[in-house]
């Protein structure tokens, strides 16, 4: 299924591609991401505005697929372009785009031989089942000769430029704790991030929301999305593991921003085994990512594996359209308040995991073993040498006990809480003892990192 054409959109990751087009020593690049978050058309707008040619090849289509599957070597690939797509690749003018190479095993083992043969070339893989298909058919990646990147749904500065509000986005750009938005404008960005919450960053979506559609036609969208997420299941799973998968997928979005527990996942009688199995293979294919627990109060953050993992769905637009709560953002007032404060959780998570083309630093909740307190924040990082913890809540900082034990616990941390209210530098106490404290408006998610660095 390769994506559908959308309103071309800018996309935060361009820079990225333009500094690998212009990097020495180059290696081919492998592009993740779920189906549908935009990897076709992102691609295609940088070959067009980068190099005088593109050669595209949709592995998923039957024609390429069988021209290309059998190829041996970099000649014979470029004998079969030259003579049946009549095309010619030249070094530093032609980009080669490898579109959902997962279908043509000998073309992911063909890329170590186009950075060893043909340094000069400018070579994009892509693939949405790309590393499910490798587990599946025992396949290798030529490691060291490839490097990778991600893409994910728009953030909510991305949707601010499709939305066309460009003067706004660059204000969010420079604005610094010392000198925050004026009210009009905190009220007007505040607006935008409670309409990007409920259409959400997947690519169709967001341009049928700047066409104007309603939200039945996002509905449909929705619906037909994850319909096609299930039928992807069977390109990649085993009759037996099927129905583990389908249930996870199916009730993933329902637990989206929550802690779960494995065994009888989602109200089922499945084992923490198959449960496990699933949400691993799903993870695999970016439509679920699992946050590790971790008690760790310096550097570095270690994971604690036995204990329940919270979960983050794709996108916030689907997990809207699953739980059916599109009607309650009408006159919302606090994101927090929205079903459980998880929607926030999960937008929050959501624009941690997209903070990074290079998926480097995991990201984390923080929990206090039980005999020392209970005590949970909702996400913890590594950023630039520095320990991070965030809590998505609302009210007063005095509330934030979680946040003042993780301050205690853990000295020099950076510590954050995202809210409806404006951007300003608080303090919260414990034990005769006063910790700097961050509050971060959800409008400026996108930043909560930059902020961490010069607090």
């Not at 707008?45 to 005088?52: D, L, T």
């Not at 050669?55 to 021209?67: A, F, G, P």
């Not at 083992?109 to 893989?125: D, K, M, N, Q």
Request: charged share 25%; net charge positive.
């Amino acid at each position: 299924m390769n994506e559908p054409s959308t309103t071309i959109f800018k996309r935060k990751i361009l820079p990225y591609l333009i500094a690998w087009k212009d990097k020495k020593g180059r290696k081919p690049l492998v592009l993740r991401g779920a189906r549908q978050v935009g990897k076709t058309s992102v691609v295609k707008h940088f070959a067009s505005a980068q190099f005088k040619n593109c050669v595209y090849l949709n592995l998923e289509q039957t024609q390429d697929r069988e021209m290309f599957k059998n190829i041996g070597s970099v000649r014979e690939f470029e004998q079969t372009v030259e003579v049946v797509r009549k095309q010619t690749m030249r070094d530093g003018e032609t980009l080669l785009f490898l579109d959902e190479i997962q279908n043509a095993p000998a073309l992911i083992s063909l890329l170590r031989f186009f950075y060893e043969e043909r340094p000069g070339l400018h070579v994009i893989a892509a693939g949405s089942l790309l590393e499910v298909q490798i587990a599946k058919l025992g396949l290798a990646m030529p490691v060291g000769r490839v490097e990778y990147a991600y893409l994910y749904p728009l953030t909510f500065f991305e949707f601010l430029d499709a939305k066309g509000e460009h003067k706004l986005r660059a204000f969010l750009d420079g604005v610094n704790v010392n000198d925050p938005l004026p009210p009009s404008l905190h009220a007007r960005a505040l607006q935008l991030f409670y309409e990007y919450a409920l259409i959400g960053g997947l690519p169709e979506a967001v341009s049928l929301a700047v066409e104007g559609a309603g939200q039945t036609a996002l509905d449909t969208l929705s619906s037909s999305l994850l319909t096609a997420y299930a039928e992807d299941i069977y390109k990649y799973a085993s009759a037996a593991e099927v129905k583990y998968l389908q249930h996870v997928l199916e009730q993933a979005p329902y637990f989206a921003g929550e802690r779960i527990t494995y065994e009888n996942f989602g109200g089922s009688a499945y084992r923490s085994r198959e449960m496990g199995q699933a949400f691993a293979v799903l993870e695999r294919t970016m439509l679920v990512q699992q946050i590790e627990a971790t008690k760790s109060v310096d550097l570095p953050l270690v994971g604690q594996k036995k204990r329940a993992k919270k979960i983050l769905f794709l996108d916030v637009g689907l997990v809207n359209f699953k739980n059916n709560i599109q009607s309650s953002y009408l006159h919302l007032k606090d994101l927090n308040s929205l079903y459980r404060g998880k929607i926030a959780e999960q937008l929050v998570g959501q624009s941690l995991r997209a903070h990074s083309e290079h998926r480097t630093d995991p990201i984390y909740y923080w929990a206090k073993e039980k005999p020392l307190g209970a005590a949970e924040i909702d996400f913890c990082v590594s950023h630039q040498g520095r320990l991070v913890g965030i809590e998505v809540k609302s009210g007063e900082s005095n509330r934030l006990k979680s946040l003042v034990s993780f301050a205690a616990a853990a000295d020099l941390a950076c510590l954050m809480r995202v809210w409806s209210g404006a951007l300003k530098k608080e303090t919260v106490s414990s034990a005769g003892k006063t910790y700097p404290l961050l509050s971060v408006p959800f409008y400026l998610v996108d930043r909560m990192l930059d902020f961490a660095s010069h607090d």
